[in-house]
């Protein structure tokens, strides 16, 4: 069975902290992404990745930054974090026109 | 990508078929439809896409007509399981998926006992 894992299902930062969000496929996918998800506004791409060290800009990626050093794990990271990146933020794999998502991390910045 | 429009809500009885209509006058010939569905708390979760013939698979049926202008997809047997955010999503397939997908507001049925 295919897998997208994230580090957290719920996480609480304050203001100005580093903040990492981790997720791992299981399924060698070339392909890894980046969304949040805000009521009103639908799911929007953040960053994603098309293979190891490679990473591409998405719709908005103000804020954020990646790392993909290793093919399975695909990381965003908040230089300092800010209230207004309070948000679901969702990980997700593909190889070719499917995309797995994963769970979820419900981000809180106080 | 093509812009989509999907009614906001639909409820549907238990056991019955539930047909989720979508819109997408200004698709291109080269564009995909895709539908995926996301569950309260979960991540979205793929259900079928196609270009211009009808497809199935052991979620769902995908119908698209003539034109492409417009797309239905039905569950033949809802459950109360399939109470979700369904989402019509129009994109061309680059064939490596490494294209992000937009998401419009979907629609959220509502399966009834």
């Known amino acids: 069975d295919v897998k997208v894992t994230q580090s957290s299902r719920y996480l609480v930062k304050r203001t100005g902290e580093k903040v990492f969000l981790e997720c791992v496929q299981d399924?060698?996918?070339?392909?890894m992404f980046w969304y949040r998800q805000d009521p009103g506004l639908g799911l929007r791409l953040i960053y994603f990745s098309y293979d190891v060290k490679m990473k591409e800009k998405g719709d908005i990626p103000e804020g954020y930054s990646v790392s993909r050093e290793k093919k399975e794990r695909f990381s965003l990271i908040l230089e300092s974090a800010s209230t207004n990146q309070t948000s679901m933020y969702l990980c997700a794999s593909s190889s070719h026109y499917e995309q797995y998502f994963g769970p979820g991390t419900r981000l809180t910045v106080t | 990508d093509a812009k989509t429009t999907q009614p906001p809500s639909m409820d549907c009885a238990e056991g019955r078929a539930a047909n989720l209509p979508c819109n997408h006058s200004?698709?291109?010939?080269?564009?995909?439809v895709y539908w995926y569905r996301q569950i309260h708390s979960q991540g979205p979760q793929y259900i079928i896409h196609g270009l211009k013939n009808n497809e199935t698979n052991e979620m769902a049926s995908l119908i698209i007509t003539e034109d492409r202008k417009s797309s239905t997809l039905i569950l033949p047997h809802a459950t109360l399981r399939d109470t979700a955010v369904y989402y019509c999503i129009v994109r061309v397939d680059s064939g490596g998926g490494a294209d992000g997908l937009t998401f419009g507001k979907g629609t959220h049925l509502i399966i009834q006992p």
């Open positions: 399924m060698d996918h070339e392909n």
């Open positions: 200004t698709i291109s010939g080269n564009e995909y």
